[in-house]
């Protein structure tokens, strides 16, 4: 079946700007995850779904990070008033399930580029 | 003390040799392990899983766990040029249950 996909692969943005990313996870899969990357560095959590609800949000940044999901499948990472050290790769996975042992499979993610 | 460490690298092997990634980690009870490859622009992708003390073979490579001694290693055998990339070792652990990720080994082969 098809794969984890994340849309834009790519986005250029102003600072100041709202940006908006993209995550479907692959089917059947109730936990998505996402992270970010910055260049040369380690994966950065930012927060997790099981289902519809985010038991955890303590990766995120700041208060101008959130996100949501609905129906159990594709979720938005929102991004506002972006600055320029948000960019970096947000990377979205996803597992069958939330737990001890659920391997977690990648998209290819979203490269962030604040000017 | 990061909960899950690892030599940033990088590690040079010329090919064919046996290429050696390890990892150490700070919670006693973790239970699970994971050794994904990263290559440079790329989204990490899974190598291996490795659950219980001793050694997992899938083709080419090896996990190894040692519970007692909280170390987890991958063992690349006949590298290849095609093997260069990061490797993440990741590790559930804390009293969330989070799967925490190390910073990632270098891996370089040498034709």
């Known amino acids: 079946g098809a794969g984890v996909s994340q849309s834009p692969s790519n986005k250029v943005t102003e600072k100041g700007k709202d940006v908006e990313l993209r995550c479907d996870p692959i089917s059947g899969h109730t936990a998505l995850y996402w992270y970010r990357q910055s260049l040369g560095q380690g994966l950065e959590f930012l927060i997790y779904f099981q289902g519809n609800s985010a038991p955890d949000k303590s990766g995120l940044p700041s208060d101008r990070f959130s996100a949501e999901r609905t129906g159990g499948s594709v979720s938005t990472l929102t991004i506002q008033r972006t600055q320029q050290e948000d960019s970096a790769v947000y990377l979205c996975a996803s597992s069958f399930q939330v737990g001890e042992g659920e391997t977690q499979y990648f998209g290819p993610g979203t490269r962030l580029l604040v000017l | 003390q990061k909960e899950v460490e690892q030599n940033s690298g990088p590690l040079s092997v010329p090919e064919g040799a046996i290429a050696s990634l390890n990892c150490t980690y700070s919670d006693r009870g973790s239970q699970s392990f994971f050794w994904y490859r990263q290559y440079s622009g790329k989204s990490p992708e899974l190598i291996m899983s490795?659950?219980s003390n001793g050694d997992k073979e899938d083709g080419r490579f090896t996990a190894q766990l040692n519970k007692a001694s909280q170390y987890v290693s991958l063992l690349i055998r006949d590298s290849q040029p095609s093997d260069s990339a990061t490797y993440l070792c990741?590790?559930?652990?804390?009293?969330?249950?989070?799967?925490?990720w190390g910073l990632g080994t270098s891996l370089a082969v040498n034709p």
């Open positions: 990741a590790v559930y652990a804390g009293n969330n249950r989070k799967l925490i």
């Open positions: 490795i659950y």
